[in-house]
């Protein structure tokens, strides 16, 4: 485990100096709560999936079986403090595959390499109304994580060395401030590219929900990203969500969001890049539907950017787009999904289709679609099978084609 460095371990002691001083309690819910939780409560979450990816360019196809098991506690909180640890070990059950760390470049990546770490190890102080500390190792997903998040698609997970402090007290408004050390990300503790140092990285969140079937939110990001300063940004911006009856039966949920980004840090560049949202969509009975458009300014040198997001939810899930292109991208996307109640063994059934089409943001030439299905049977709180499948066709020119195709089996404690 990468150490705090001195700057973030004395803002976790400053925060929990202040998080117990001033003669505060903790309430009497908060007291019961103590008393009938569990002294410890294990953690075990594991995954099991097989990937296949064929790519024009590349000679072999990839067949990739890996297995995750993260494992570890958490304990009941005790005048407020409570403490969390998880370990997180990968493991590749056969070698035809490039995991970005074994050397195998004969075939695609599938970014699940081997690895063993300490996922998380945390501690969460509660012990005042309103407010919630966690210091340590941890995982951070903000809003619909496509700024900050945790990777959770591939199997080792991003995670964050962080002091993150989190105010209720205001009715109906959540404010998240976060100072980032350092960043544990997807590519396990043996690639050049496993971690981040990100010390004297910023992030601001507010999230509100007093208004009847609305939610309103801003964010500011400020990230120094040590290892690639050109990936060091600083990001504004603003999001609606709102939720109206169209008749009784038939919901209508739109969806906006904006941002500016620009250099920061030690990024030597000098610019202003916008990044637009928007989105319609509903739901009736088991069905869902939707359309979208979002849109990431490019200026011919660089792409509007999000290193720290769950990429693989944005731009489709054959990853092509995990950069934006130095054009920017506008990606216009329809979804449609449904949701069955119990069928033989299954608790639930979720199915959805979704379409892509993308275009460069700078000149609107073609980059391409894709189609992505999902098939998802959910057996109980503890078991699921995900299958899902993703096929890009590119323009003359590249990004290349590509196929990609997952089934995987979820079991968690």
């Known amino acids: 485990m990468k150490r705090l460095t001195t700057k973030a371990g004395s803002l976790i002691a400053a925060g929990l100096l202040a998080a117990t001083g001033g003669g505060f309690v903790a309430s009497a819910q908060a007291a019961e709560s103590e008393r009938t939780e569990p002294i410890v409560t ?19 196809d ?13 304990t009941r909180p005790y005048k407020g403090f409570s403490v969390l640890l998880e370990a997180e070990v990968v493991d590749g059950l056969n070698n035809s595959y490039n995991s970005t760390t074994n050397g ?34 941890q995982r951070i997903i903000l809003d619909n994580a496509r700024f900050i998040g945790n990777v959770g698609w591939r199997q080792n997970e991003q995670t964050f060395d962080a002091a993150l402090l989190q105010l209720t007290a205001v009715p109906d408004l959540t404010a998240t401030y976060a100072y980032l050390d350092s960043v544990q990300r997807i590519f396990g503790n043996e690639s050049p590219n496993g971690s981040f140092d990100a010390s004297g990285s910023h992030v601001v969140n507010l999230a509100y929900k007093g208004l009847p079937g609305v939610e309103l939110g801003a964010y500011g990001y400020l990230l120094d990203l040590d290892e690639s300063p050109a990936l060091s940004t600083q990001s504004y911006g603003v999001r609606a969500k709102g939720t109206f009856d169209v008749t009784e039966d038939i919901p209508i949920t739109l969806s906006g969001e904006y941002a500016i980004q620009s250099d920061y840090g030690d990024n030597t560049g000098d610019y202003d890049l916008d990044y637009y949202l928007a989105s319609i969509g509903t739901k009736v ?21 999000t290193p720290l997001a769950t990429l693989h939810k944005f731009q489709g899930w054959a990853d092509v787009f995990l950069a934006t292109p130095a054009t920017g991208i506008e990606d216009l996307y329809g979804r449609i999904g449904y949701a069955t109640g119990e069928v ?70």
């Open 62 to 74: 990839a067949n990739a079986v890996t297995a995750r098991v993260r494992a570890g506690f958490k």
């Open 42 to 60: 294990p953690i075990l979450d594991t995954r099991l999936r097989y990937e296949h990816v064929s790519q024009d360019g590349v000679p072999e």
């Open 285 to 305: 009975g088991g069905f869902d539907a939707s359309v979208s458009y979002e849109s990431l300014e490019g200026d011919g040198t660089r792409g509007f950017s």
């Open 344 to 413: 033989g063994p299954f608790k639930k059934i979720v199915a959805a289709a979704i379409y892509h089409d993308f275009e460069a943001e700078t000149g609107g030439g073609s980059l391409g679609d894709e189609v992505d299905l999902l098939l998802k049977g959910v057996i109980n709180k503890k078991l699921s099978v995900t299958a899902k499948y993703a096929d890009y066709d590119g323009p003359s020119g590249g990004p290349a084609d590509r196929q990609k195709f997952w089934l995987q089996v979820d079991w968690k404690l």
């Open 104 to 137: 195998r470049t004969r075939y695609p990546v599938v970014a699940d390499p081997d690895n063993a770490e300490l996922n998380r190890a945390q501690i969460t102080y509660t012990g005042i109304d309103g407010l919630k500390f966690i210091g340590g190792r």
